[in-house]
């Protein structure tokens, strides 16, 4: 069954940059069928979600950090990616790699991983 | 953005026990709406799509309704693997939101 991975550092300083891979494994990443996406959850609060990358290239962001936030794919490694920049404090959170599929026009998350906690911190 | 507002933030119930959550929309959402089931330590994993499409393997114990801005996800009979966190979602427009969550936990 196909499975998802997140992976990356676990601390970053404050105005650096906080990157984050997630693996797709048991299936390929190359289909038209799905959207790729992160979503996060930090300390004592609700989810957050950041942006989905689709299979004709196409980047969703949320507005609320659009102007950081980079989701790129590696469809040679069956991964992929999420770049924050400048982070700050509020940016410490779990971070999730998410699989976003629709059934007509309803689209959702029907696998995810577990989640990395990312703590931002001098 | 539209606001999700859960209902109750959580709650404590027996085996047994039907339960029911409440998801309400800032604005009408039509039924882009899902429900996440979320164990500590575990995945999410999708309970209801649309609001009322059951994810192919989830028990039929679960079940979701309504349309607009106000969604129910219902318990019919809470099992003690049914301790989680559950969020709803809303899929209408970007960005994408979510509820706060409700958590359950078993008397």
């Known amino acids: 069954q196909l499975q998802l991975q997140e992976s990356g550092p676990g601390l970053v300083k404050p105005s650096e940059t906080l990157s984050l891979t997630c693996t797709v494994s048991s299936g390929s990443i190359s289909s038209s069928s799905y959207c790729w996406g992160w979503i996060r959850q930090p300390p004592g609060k609700g989810l957050e979600w950041i942006g989905n990358?689709?299979?004709?290239?196409?980047?969703y962001y949320n507005p609320s950090v659009k102007s950081r936030v980079t989701i790129s794919v590696d469809t040679s490694k069956n991964q992929f990616s999420l770049t924050v920049n400048s982070v700050t404090a509020a940016d410490t959170a779990v971070y999730y790699c998410a699989r976003r599929v629709a059934v007509a026009a309803y689209w959702y998350f029907d696998l995810w991983g577990r989640g990395t906690l990312v703590t931002v911190s001098s | 953005d539209i606001q999700m507002t859960q209902s109750p933030s959580s709650l404590s119930a027996s085996v047994g026990d039907r339960v029911t959550i409440t998801c309400r929309a800032s604005?009408?959402?039509?039924?882009?709406l899902n429900w996440y089931q979320h164990k500590p330590g575990k995945a999410p994993q999708v309970l209801i799509y649309a609001a009322s499409g059951l994810q192919t393997g989830v028990p039929s114990r679960f079940s979701g309704s309504g349309s607009g801005t106000d969604f129910t996800l219902t318990i019919s009979s809470l099992q003690s693997e049914d301790l989680a966190t559950y969020y709803c979602q809303q899929s209408y427009s970007s960005p994408l939101t979510f509820g706060g969550g409700t958590k359950v936990e078993i008397k």
């Open positions: 990358l689709c299979y004709s290239g196409s980047t």
């Open positions: 604005q009408s959402i039509s039924g882009y």
